[in-house]
Each structure stands twice: as structure tokens, then as C-alpha cells.
């Protein structure tokens, strides 16, 4: 309850003010001006004479007529092959996010409701495995898949993925498990349930925001994923952000900035609408670990 | 629960776990001590009507034969991990009995390749994480003041750095610094130095890229600290205000202590995450001048020729090893709880 004790003076409002508003700036600038600069063509985004020319679009009218231009975006998908991208990454997010989940939520019950010591190892353990950093795991993977033959196609990839975002999943869920209660097992348990029906048919259906929370994490890992798919899959089965990665060229060949830029915005604008629907999930899901654990 | 239901239950998930983190751990130890083969070397003859040649010519045949054969490589023990590119323990003697003054010998070590990326890996972890806890805590108090109705959009304002990929986020940063980009230009317009860029120094790139840490980073912070104020019981801070304290000492006595479990959470997350840094080293294309422990093994793992398996491996042994030391104290502290609560 507020009863105004707290009295704000003027002076501390304002700096408030223009603290949020040059934060908000430095945080969601960068990301406005890009989406800007991928209407229009190379020579206004990265001017060498004059920056003006990225909002006045100087080079954009001579060249293709227009202030604003698509063409970057029409060659980067078609040319640049950037649709073959997205749907393998399409492909890779639907399994990641549907096996993690499935794995996930068998361990991280089981996890919750044994009262035993190797639960709270197991837990340990997981969280040292969270530690890892991929890349390192990476190097373990890719002679063994060398060998096996099974490197550069998009199931590798899936499994390993999920293997990798297990941890964190099984925190945010053994977290959500934790807060329903022992009591609604144990009645189903007595009048004659299995776990695994008491799991399906009772906890399930109450577990639906937490397991949103953590469907939301394992996408924005497997969407997000650069060491891992760039490393495992080959050029043709590559995802969204190491094909980014490819249109910035090498020393050896030049790339193609423009497509770079356009295939950033098509990249991000997916994950921010989703990001404005699932917000609460998704703050709900950082603090899990930390406000109860 | 029963063993056997756990068992069962926890079945996939551990199995995943097993095969895809701890076998590959396995798997970069035992690579680590086999370094490739060498190219196989044969003499040929060759004779023409003004006399004999002996050269020397790589027997492609040979080399990729003892390459099927073996696979893994040739054993090396502990040779790669003392080799120059890794700990290089004979150059650090060498320089030690060579150099005339210490901070040569510093100058001479710090320009190895590991120690190198050591180097910059501690220093971003050492700038990053503490701004971040700073930031994070900063946005989410000013946050917190504001009017709850217009809180929505300004946390997912806030939120959007963390959500991107770091290529995506290092990019979309490097594409308005660069010397072509909005803000470089306008820096080198007021500087009046056209030579001015992101590339020309190593200082500017590594400041560059915690600033980058920071930027990214924080909005975690931020998360997890505003949820933790809204934990923070009205009642002290009531009595506080009544018995005349200041704004910053309601923070100090009141406030933080009660969210410290969260903050020692958040450092420990945002190290970990930290230590691993390596995309923006490529979004900034600073490999010139700034290379983490991760970029290392990247960089031997997209070696054009042969795939450095053993090199790579020995620098993620040694990177483990580091995640093992930052992690202790948190192990052995959980570890002292859960023996007392038993």
C-alpha cells in the first residue's frame, strides 16, 4: 500500500525522466537506424563522403528512383538463397522447442518431486553443464561427427541443441514445478493414478505458463544459435545467422553488405513481435531462477 | 518419487545430457593429446640431359593414407598444450633468460597468442560484469519510479538488446560506428582526423567491445533486479522514511541487502556468460586486435587446410578449466549449505 510517504521532488522526476529516455535511446537506436538503412542502397547506408545521405537517401533516388528501396531484401531472399535460411531455421526451432520441452518437463518433474540426494546432484551437475561454454563442446563434437558421418545435417544440429538447452530448461521448469503443490499429486496418486497419468492428466494442465516461459527460451536459443550451426551444418543446410555471417565476406571474397543488413531486419523483426506478446513469460522465466531458487 | 519412476522420468533428459555435454567433454580431453600428422616427405630424383636434381616434395598419397588410417592423429601427449600457441612454457623461459627488464618480459608474454586472448578474455569479464550489475540495477530503480501504466513498452524497450543474437546485436552496433556508419562519420568530422576509425586502434576496438558487453548484457540485469524490487517489503522502507532517511541510504541499508541473493545470482550468470565471449569479436571483425579464448578454438576449427582438433581442443581444456575455477566458490558454498541442511 502507498500512503505517500515517499514524496518524489521535481528535480529527481526530471532526471529520472531523461535518464529512462537516454537509456531507451542507446538501447533501441542502433536497431531503428538499421531497419531505416535497409531501405536503401549501399553507397547512403555506409556513406564515405557524407552520413546525411542515409536519411536523404541521395544515392537511393539516383539509383533505383525511389527514396526507399525493397531490392536489397528481393535479392538477399531469392539470390542470396536467405529463404532456404529461414525455413531450416523454421525446421530446426519447431524440433528444438517441441523435444526440449517434451525431455524437459519428464526430468524436471521427476527433479521436483524426489526427495532424494542425487536430485539435488543431478541439479548441481546441470548447472555446471549450463557453464559450458558451446564452443568448447563443439570441439568435442566435430571429429566424432566427422567420423560418424554424421556432420552438416539439420537432425545432428536438432539433437545437439536440445542436449545443450536441457540445463537451463530443466532450472526453469524444476523452478515451476516447485510452486505446484505436492498435495494435488498425492490425491491422484491415491485414487489409483499412475506418475505418468498423474504427470499428464494433473500437473500438465496446470503448467501451462511455465512451460510457455520455457518453450520461449529453448526458440530464442535455437533461433539465436551461432556457434553451433555454423560449426555443424554445412552451406546448404545453413541457418538464419550463420548465413548473416556469410553475406559479410571474407578476405577471400567480398559480400554483399546490403544483404547483411536487409537479412538482420528480417532476422530480428519475427523475434521482437514475439518478444511484445510473450514479454511477461519471458521476464516471468528470468526471474524464476533467481527470485525463488 | 521411487528410484524406478525417477529413473524413468529422468531417462531422455539425462541421456541427452550424458551424450551431447558430457561425452564431448570426454571426447576434447582424449583429442587434446593427438596433434594432425605431419605431411609426409619423399626425396625425388629428377634427371635431365644437364644432370641430376634431388627435391624434396610432399607424398600427398602417404600423408592422406596415415590420415585414414589414423584418424585422430598422432599421439602427443602433453605437447600440445606446452607448444607456442598454447601455455608455450619453453618461449616463456627463453624470454625470462633473454629479456633485461620485467615489464619487457610482460610485453613479450602478453604477445603470445593464449596469453594474449587470456588477457582480453579476464579484462571483458572484469569491465563488463560489474557495469552490468551497475547499469541493470540503475534502470531497474529508475523503472520502478515510473508510472505503472507506461512501464510495458519501456520494459520491452529496455529488453530488446539481450533478445537479439550477439552477431546480430554486435552487427547492428559496428554498422553505426564503423567509419562509414552515422555515429564513426560524426566522429571523425569532429575530431578532424578522416584516419580516425574502429580499426586504426587496439585500445578504441577493446573499449568498443565491453561497451558493446554492457549494452547487451545489462537488460538481464535489468530483468532480474526490477522483479526483485517488487519483493521488497513496503514496511521498513516506510519506517526508514519516517525516521529521515535519505534516498540513497534507504537503497544501502534497506533495499540492497534484501535483493543481495539475486545480485550474487546475476554476477555469477552474466561471469559465466562472459567468459565465453566470441561473437562480437567476429560482428566487430576485430580479430586484429581483440581475440578471446572462444574465438581461438573457432578460429582452429575453421582452419581453411586441416582442422586443428588437437590445438583446439587443449585452448577448450584450458577454457574449462577457467570455468571450473570461477565456478568453485559457488560449488563449495552450495555444497557447505546442503551438508548443514542435512
Same mark, same amino acid.
Given at each position: 500500500?502507498?500512503?505517500?510517504?515517499?514524496?518524489?521532488?521535481?528535480?529527481?522526476?526530471?532526471?529520472?525522466?531523461?535518464?529512462?529516455?537516454?537509456?531507451?535511446?542507446?538501447?533501441?537506436?542502433?536497431?531503428?537506424?538499421?531497419?531505416?538503412?535497409?531501405?536503401?542502397?549501399?553507397?547512403?547506408?555506409?556513406?564515405?563522403?557524407?552520413?546525411?545521405?542515409?536519411?536523404?537517401?541521395?544515392?537511393?533516388?539516383?539509383?533505383?528512383?525511389?527514396?526507399?528501396?525493397?531490392?536489397?531484401?528481393?535479392?538477399?531472399?531469392?539470390?542470396?538463397?536467405?529463404?532456404?535460411?529461414?525455413?531450416?531455421?523454421?525446421?530446426?526451432?519447431?524440433?528444438?522447442?517441441?523435444?526440449?520441452?517434451?525431455?524437459?518437463?519428464?526430468?524436471?518433474?521427476?527433479?521436483?518431486?524426489?526427495?532424494?540426494?542425487?536430485?539435488?546432484?543431478?541439479?548441481?551437475?546441470?548447472?555446471?553443464?549450463?557453464?559450458? =561454454?558451446?564452443?568448447?563442446?563443439?570441439?568435442?563434437?566435430?571429429?566424432?561427427?566427422?567420423?560418424?558421418?554424421?556432420?552438416?545435417?539439420? =537432425?545432428?544440429?536438432?539433437?545437439?541443441?536440445?542436449?545443450?538447452?536441457?540445463?537451463?530448461?530443466?532450472?526453469?521448469?524444476?523452478?515451476?514445478?516447485?510452486?505446484?503443490?505436492?498435495?494435488?499429486?498425492?490425491?491422484?496418486?491415491?485414487?489409483?493414478?499412475?506418475?505418468?497419468?498423474?504427470?499428464?492428466?494433473?500437473?500438465?494442465?496446470?503448467?501451462?505458463?511455465?512451460?510457455?516461459?520455457?518453450?520461449?527460451?529453448?526458440?530464442?536459443?535455437?533461433?539465436?544459435?551461432?556457434?553451433?550451426?555454423?560449426?555443424?551444418?554445412?552451406?546448404?543446410?545453413?541457418?538464419?545467422?550463420?548465413?548473416?555471417?556469410?553475406?559479410?565476406?571474407?578476405?577471400?571474397?567480398?559480400?554483399?553488405?546490403?544483404?547483411?543488413?536487409?537479412?538482420?531486419?528480417?532476422?530480428?523483426? =519475427?523475434?521482437?513481435?514475439?518478444?511484445?506478446?510473450?514479454?511477461?513469460?519471458?521476464?516471468?522465466?528470468?526471474?524464476?531462477?533467481?527470485?525463488?531458487? | 518419487?521411487?528410484?524406478?519412476?525417477?529413473?524413468?522420468?529422468?531417462?531422455?533428459?539425462?541421456?541427452?545430457? &550424458?551424450?551431447?555435454?558430457?561425452?564431448?567433454?570426454?571426447?576434447?580431453?582424449?583429442?587434446?593429446?593427438?596433434?594432425?600428422?605431419?605431411? +609426409?616427405?619423399?626425396?625425388?630424383?629428377?634427371?635431365?640431359?644437364?644432370?641430376?636434381?634431388?627435391?624434396?616434395?610432399?607424398?600427398?598419397?602417404?600423408?592422406?593414407?596415415?590420415?585414414?588410417?589414423?584418424?585422430?592423429?598422432?599421439?602427443?601427449?602433453?605437447?600440445?598444450?606446452?607448444?607456442?600457441?598454447?601455455?608455450?612454457?619453453?618461449?616463456?623461459?627463453?624470454?625470462?633468460?633473454?629479456?633485461?627488464?620485467?615489464?619487457?618480459?610482460?610485453?613479450?608474454?602478453?604477445?603470445?597468442?593464449?596469453?594474449?586472448?587470456?588477457?582480453?578474455?579476464?579484462?571483458?569479464?572484469?569491465?563488463?560484469?560489474?557495469?552490468?550489475?551497475?547499469?541493470?540495477?540503475?534502470?531497474?530503480?529508475?523503472?520502478?519510479?515510473?508510472?505503472?501504466?507506461?512501464?510495458? #513498452?519501456?520494459?520491452?524497450?529496455? &529488453?530488446?538488446?539481450?533478445?537479439?543474437?550477439?552477431?546480430?546485436?554486435?552487427?547492428?552496433?559496428?554498422?553505426?560506428?564503423?567509419?562509414?556508419?552515422?555515429?564513426?562519420?560524426?566522429?571523425?568530422?569532429?575530431?578532424?582526423?578522416?584516419?580516425?576509425?574502429?580499426?586504426?586502434?587496439?585500445?578504441?576496438?577493446? &573499449?568498443?567491445?565491453?561497451?558493446?558487453?554492457?549494452?547487451?548484457?545489462?537488460?538481464?540485469?535489468?530483468?532480474?533486479?526490477?522483479?526483485?524490487?517488487?519483493?521488497?517489503?513496503?514496511? #521498513?522502507?516506510?519506517?526508514?522514511?519516517?525516521?529521515?532517511?535519505?534516498?540513497?541510504?534507504?537503497?544501502?541499508?534497506?533495499?540492497?541487502?534484501? +535483493?543481495?541473493?539475486?545480485?550474487?545470482?546475476?554476477?555469477?550468470?552474466?561471469?559465466?556468460?562472459?567468459?565465453?565471449?566470441?561473437?562480437?569479436?567476429?560482428?566487430?571483425?576485430?580479430?586484429?586486435?581483440?581475440?578471446?579464448?572462444?574465438?581461438?578454438?573457432?578460429?582452429?576449427?575453421?582452419?581453411?587446410?586441416?582442422?586443428?582438433?588437437?590445438?583446439?581442443?587443449?585452448?577448450?581444456?584450458?577454457?574449462?578449466?577457467? +570455468?571450473?575455477?570461477?565456478?568453485?566458490?559457488?560449488?563449495?558454498?552450495?555444497?557447505?549449505?546442503?551438508?548443514?541442511?542435512?
Amino acid at each position: 500500500m502507498d500512503y505517500g510517504l515517499d514524496k518524489k521532488t521535481t528535480s529527481l522526476k526530471t532526471f529520472n525522466t531523461i535518464f529512462i529516455i537516454v537509456w531507451l535511446l542507446i538501447a533501441c537506436f542502433p536497431f531503428i537506424w538499421t531497419f531505416w538503412g535497409s531501405f536503401k542502397v549501399r553507397a547512403d547506408f555506409f556513406s564515405r563522403s557524407d552520413w546525411w545521405y542515409a536519411i536523404s537517401a541521395f544515392n537511393t533516388l539516383i539509383e533505383t528512383g525511389g527514396k526507399f528501396t525493397t531490392n536489397a531484401y528481393g535479392q538477399a531472399w531469392t539470390e542470396g538463397e536467405f529463404w532456404k535460411a529461414s525455413k531450416n531455421t523454421v525446421i530446426v526451432t519447431i524440433f528444438v522447442v517441441s523435444i526440449s520441452l517434451f525431455l524437459g518437463t519428464l526430468g524436471a518433474y521427476a527433479l521436483s518431486r524426489s526427495t532424494r540426494n542425487y536430485a539435488f546432484w543431478l541439479l548441481i551437475l546441470a548447472l555446471i553443464f549450463r557453464a559450458m =561454454p558451446h564452443i568448447t563442446l563443439v570441439s568435442g563434437y566435430l571429429f566424432p561427427f566427422f567420423e560418424l558421418q554424421i556432420w552438416g545435417i539439420l =537432425p545432428t544440429t536438432i539433437v545437439v541443441l536440445v542436449a545443450i538447452n536441457q540445463p537451463f530448461t530443466l532450472w526453469l521448469l524444476y523452478s515451476f514445478f516447485k510452486t505446484v503443490p505436492r498435495e494435488l499429486d498425492e490425491s491422484a496418486l491415491i485414487d489409483g493414478c499412475s506418475y505418468f497419468q498423474t504427470f499428464r492428466h494433473i500437473i500438465m494442465p496446470v503448467m501451462w505458463p511455465g512451460v510457455i516461459t520455457a518453450g520461449l527460451f529453448s526458440l530464442m536459443l535455437a533461433y539465436n544459435d551461432f556457434t553451433v550451426t555454423a560449426l555443424l551444418l554445412n552451406q546448404e543446410n545453413h541457418t538464419m545467422v550463420p548465413k548473416i555471417q556469410s553475406y559479410l565476406g571474407t578476405n577471400q571474397h567480398e559480400g554483399n553488405l546490403m544483404w547483411a543488413v536487409s537479412s538482420v531486419v528480417s532476422a530480428t523483426a =519475427p523475434l521482437f513481435i514475439l518478444v511484445m506478446f510473450f514479454q511477461r513469460q519471458i521476464i516471468s522465466g528470468l526471474t524464476a531462477g533467481a527470485i525463488k531458487g | 518419487m521411487p528410484n524406478k519412476t525417477f529413473f524413468w522420468f529422468f531417462l531422455p533428459t539425462g541421456l541427452a545430457m &550424458i551424450l551431447f555435454i558430457g561425452l564431448p567433454i570426454i571426447s576434447t580431453g582424449i583429442q587434446s593429446f593427438y596433434a594432425q600428422h605431419d605431411q +609426409i616427405v619423399k626425396e625425388v630424383k629428377k634427371c635431365d640431359p644437364f644432370g641430376c636434381t634431388v627435391s624434396i616434395v610432399v607424398d600427398n598419397e602417404q600423408t592422406s593414407k596415415i590420415r585414414e588410417a589414423k584418424p585422430l592423429g598422432k599421439f602427443n601427449g602433453f605437447g600440445t598444450y606446452t607448444d607456442r600457441n598454447h601455455l608455450a612454457v619453453g618461449e616463456i623461459k627463453k624470454f625470462w633468460n633473454e629479456t633485461e627488464s620485467f615489464s619487457a618480459f610482460i610485453d613479450q608474454v602478453t604477445n603470445l597468442p593464449f596469453y594474449k586472448a587470456l588477457i582480453f578474455t579476464l579484462t571483458y569479464c572484469l569491465f563488463v560484469t560489474p557495469n552490468v550489475l551497475l547499469l541493470g540495477f540503475i534502470i531497474a530503480l529508475s523503472l520502478n519510479a515510473v508510472a505503472r501504466k507506461i512501464r510495458g #513498452p519501456l520494459i520491452f524497450g529496455t &529488453i530488446l538488446p539481450m533478445i537479439v543474437t550477439p552477431l546480430v546485436g554486435s552487427l547492428v552496433l559496428f554498422w553505426m560506428i564503423d567509419s562509414q556508419g552515422i555515429i564513426g562519420a560524426n566522429i571523425q568530422n569532429l575530431m578532424n582526423d578522416p584516419y580516425l576509425s574502429l580499426k586504426s586502434s587496439k585500445t578504441l576496438t577493446w &573499449i568498443t567491445i565491453i561497451i558493446y558487453g554492457i549494452w547487451h548484457h545489462s537488460p538481464f540485469a535489468f530483468v532480474v533486479f526490477y522483479a526483485a524490487l517488487q519483493t521488497v517489503p513496503q514496511e #521498513p522502507v516506510e519506517a526508514a522514511i519516517i525516521d529521515g532517511a535519505s534516498r540513497l541510504q534507504r537503497i544501502k541499508h534497506i533495499v540492497l541487502p534484501h +535483493i543481495y541473493p539475486v545480485v550474487t545470482f546475476v554476477a555469477l550468470i552474466s561471469l559465466m556468460d562472459n567468459f565465453r565471449v566470441f561473437e562480437p569479436i567476429i560482428g566487430f571483425s576485430a580479430e586484429g586486435s581483440a581475440q578471446s579464448l572462444s574465438w581461438l578454438i573457432y578460429d582452429n576449427l575453421v582452419n581453411e587446410e586441416v582442422i586443428l582438433f588437437g590445438s583446439a581442443a587443449a585452448t577448450s581444456i584450458m577454457t574449462i578449466i577457467g +570455468i571450473a575455477i570461477l565456478l568453485a566458490p559457488v560449488l563449495i558454498r552450495t555444497w557447505k549449505e546442503f551438508r548443514i541442511a542435512r
